[in-house]
């Protein structure tokens, strides 16, 4: 499609309103989708963007449109849009802004607002959005006329900017209308940080350190590039050096390899996997971001960082430069194995294993451990998995084995509940051909479920699996290590299976494990979405943590 330029001082008058200039910004900058959920102050907005042909995902909630956005955008390797009103439709923004920044996640957010001159005593839906945003944000700004051809492009970029995060931009109704005078080039940075120093001296230092390491233990974490995965993989397959990662990298190694030691940072088996931190005598904190840490162990214990840019708020460890992983990589794919390290946390290992061979104590409910089993033997390896908030979020993200990079994704920093079904929808769009399982909780669920009908309606299907045990089951187990007395943490069922049907989606509902596999396996065979309600018991998770 041609697109009109925008005017620069030397164009001829083809001027371009500032909706248009923002859209044909967003267009040339190859954002394709706008999540959103619209009210009348973006519309002309919504209208240009169609004519310059990007799409406009309706979904029934902004915050679950700004999820989807921005899970859409990083895997896209570009900013994920989410458009919203004014007033109530921005404040529902403050979720997903939460989450792109302490998930390192790149969303530019739009919103419309009251123009600045609007009459002082004109305060129907006039919120502080620019003054509460700022505080989440990277950037905030108002487009104008004048600066769309600066701030639009400058939003983008601060989005890819590592630790990558979330820009703010609101634009009037009556603005969007004037012509945008001012023109600039569009595009978004790259948000490679490359410090060009070399990394020979530094690569040699940690061969030593290895060198006499007994029980080494590379932990990755957030601030990896999945560029580098392939580097990651190779070395600690080449030198066989015990690893475990973070939540928000699972799939950067192959964690069915036989040095893969667990998922740290308040996952199932927590206090197993501190024991295995604390037994270790070298810690290489790789890209590790304590964002994703509930505990304090990454302060306590001596880390090596190596980072290429600050941690989320602007954080780095004292005594730490940074350094382009890719050139300390290869620095250290070019030095021999320091050491042969032969299984150094086998015991950890065998009873993280261990810990999935239980058995559900409750008639009619299936123990998690064979959820895990039925599903990870059923679906491909390249499967993207999308949880939840809640006492499954802990058990996916400890034992689903992450075979690839970029197939696993949570909410961790903010730890936000409604995040997985968005993040599934997101997911399935910027990657139409993988299969997708998004793994919930029954009370996330009943937070988002509506927006089963918007995968159909958008063509993103996936397997739904909801674990019911009629709780907010990791708070209900937290008041009784609080031994407080049980209170309010039940509710009675929704029938899961009637809302999957009430959205257009097929629903099943079992307790066989084999069951549990065969639907999931067809569904993903048929291209089709289901939801699979699996009842379980909210006492069988404290045997995993
Ligand atoms: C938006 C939001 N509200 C509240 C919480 C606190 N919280 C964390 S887990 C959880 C329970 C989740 O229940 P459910 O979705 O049923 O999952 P389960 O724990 O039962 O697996 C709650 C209320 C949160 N993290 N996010």
Redesign the pocket.
Known sequence: MERPALAGPADTPRMLSTAAATAKILADAGIDRVFGLPGGEVLVLIDELRRVGVDFVLMRHESNAGIAAAVYGKLRGQPGIVLTTLGPGAANLM?PLGSAYLDQEPLLAISAQLPDDSPRSHTHQLLPLHETYRHVCKYVETITGQNAGEVVPRALAECMQRPFGPSYLTLSAREALKPAVAATGSGIAQSDVVHPRDCREQAKELVALLAKAKRPLVVIGLGVRTSNAQRIRRLVSEWNVPVAVTPKVKGIVDETAGNFVGVVGGMAADALMCDALAAADLLIGLGLDPVEIDKTWHAELPFRWILEAPNVGGMVPPNTELVDHAQILDALLAERPPSVWRAPFQEFQDKRRDLLNGRSEAPGTMWPGDIIRALAAALPPETIVAT????????FGQFWPSRQPETFWM?NG?????YGLSAAIGARLARPTIPLLAA????????NAQELETAERVGAPFVTVV?E?G???????AQEDKKLDPYRMDFRPIDTVKIAEACGVDGVRTANPDELASAARRAVERRRSLVIGVP?N?AD?RKLF
């Open positions: 979720l939840d908030v809640g006492s499954h979020k802990y058990l909410s903010l730890s936000g509940m409604a919930v909780g029954d009370g996330g669920f009943s937070m674990l045990d709780s907010y089951s990791l708070i209900k187990l379980v909210y998770y």
